[in-house]
């Protein structure tokens, strides 16, 4: 007897094809009435940032650098320093400070410790922008700021240095770009509205910006069960629980390239620590919100490492449902809960896009009492893609009760289905073994 022909159907040989990603090239930027590029900020700001710079140089007074303390900030920080002294600033009349940590520049404390430094001209480098009053007390001392991160309180400004000095290109174009990898990934096109950044990449190769990238940012070695990320978000020294971010400040300041940076001991020392730590706290369970939009770890470190998980598990988790990783470290300040979130790599082409500071200031919405006063400025800042908060504990378990954190899904009010068992087909073959064995009369 002969079997009946089955049909078998062949193992496809084509690869997946990944999806692909927006990058920050890919998003138009602002326009004026007249269709002109308004990007890195408008001609009436970068011209009056121009200004400012040419003055603070030629006054020869007090100038106090306030740089945040990443990647792109003292990279930002340091290109002011060099863009002064180009202008004939003496060193000796230019000074740093480094903001304390769990502080923002607008806290008492560091307005007092910017105003005993007696500065003429403050320039305020990516500290982020929120309503608050001068930085300093003093209506005799001019400042200037420049950020990028999203705000409805400040006007974002930029700085061109430059114009200022055309020779001045060879001296920061490697910082430019070190602080534009840090802040955006290595994997960027550096397509306009970029400028063209040839002549830095032949001079420094994308290895060495990355390599020293990767050790301000101490973006650590993949771990055996998560992908790698490319974004870097979190820089060594100032992560430790040392929070030494003078170390990273005065390696930069000292540098003239990428490979200098490199062998900084300090920043070694601090990257390795760092590594240990995130390997600690990174094996944590997460939780979900109800409505499985939000993935929380929490965490409980007096390292900054919750943006290095964040982005890290980002890069990893994969649902259909999944638009944000929040990583909340309550060990970090005393008495607070600091949160960092990351739109997961499944959700970065969805369509809104995904907005976290958006999203979070919904969930805190739902809330009929008083808990977005109590949560104040430090919620839900930075930017679209990549957010969070210092809050207190109390508020963020409040907060986290809004998203319905560790309740399940209801699949008949979602109007889910359960998945079906998947039918086993009979084999069509009758001439089995033991059909040929008859049973004895």
Request: glycine share 6%.
């Amino acid at each position: 007897m002969k079997r009946k022909a089955v049909d078998i159907v062949e193992p496809s040989n084509s690869k997946r094809q990944r999806e692909h990603l927006l990058d920050y090239c890919d998003v138009r930027p602002r326009q004026d009435d007249q269709g002109a590029t308004l990007w890195p900020a408008s001609p009436g700001a970068i011209e009056s940032a121009r200004v400012f710079l040419k003055e603070c140089a030629t006054s020869q007074q007090k100038i106090l650098i306030v740089p945040d303390k990443d990647a792109d900030g003292l990279d930002a920080g340091v290109i002011v320093h060099r863009t002064l002294t180009a202008l004939g600033a003496a060193a000796s009349s230019i000074d740093v400070h480094l903001v304390a940590k769990g502080n923002t520049i607008h806290d008492e404390e560091e307005r007092e410790a910017m105003k005993k430094k007696n500065p003429k001209y403050i320039i305020v480098v990516d500290q982020g922008s929120s309503a608050a009053p001068e930085v300093i007390d003093d209506p005799a001392v001019k400042s200037l700021i420049i950020d990028h991160h999203l705000s409805d309180d400040f006007p974002k400004d930029a700085l061109i240095c430059k114009d200022l000095r055309p020779d001045i290109a060879p001296l920061i174009g490697y910082m430019c770009a070190m602080g534009t990898h840090g802040d955006l990934g290595n994997t960027l096109k550096w397509a306009p509205p970029f400028p063209d950044m040839q002549d830095v990449f032949k001079t420094h190769t994308k290895k060495s910006i990355n390599d020293a990238v990767s050790l301000l940012n101490a973006r650590i070695v993949p771990f055996r069960f998560l992908l790698s990320s490319n974004a870097a978000d979190c820089h060594s020294a100032r992560r430790t629980a040392k929070f030494d971010v003078v170390s990273a400040w005065e390696a930069l300041l000292a540098a003239s390239s990428p490979k200098d940076i490199l062998t900084n001991r300090r920043l070694l020392s601090a990257r390795a620590e760092i590594n240990e730590e995130v390997e600690r706290q990174t094996h944590t369970a997460p939780k979900f919100s109800k409505d499985g939009k939000i993935a929380v770890f929490h965490i409980n470190s007096a390292a900054q490492v919750h943006p290095v998980i964040a982005t890290r598990w980002a890069g990893h988790l994969k649902s259909a449902k999944l638009e944000i990783v929040l990583v909340a470290n309550s060990g970090y300040l005393p008495g607070k809960v600091n949160f960092s979130c990351r739109i997961a790599r499944c959700a970065r082409n969805r369509d809104p896009p995904v907005n976290i500071i958006s999203s979070l200031k919904a969930v805190a919405d739902l809330d009929t009492t008083d808990l977005v006063a109590r949560m104040g400025e430090n919620f839900a800042r930075g930017h679209k893609e990549a957010s969070g908060g210092i809050i207190g504990i109390k508020e963020f378990e409040e907060l986290m009760a809004l998203m319905k954190v560790g309740e399940k899904s209801d699949p008949s009010l979602e109007g889910e289905k359960k998945p079906l068992k998947k039918k086993v087909q009979k084999s069509p073959q009758k001439n089995k073994l033991d059909g040929y064995f008859g049973k004895k009369s």
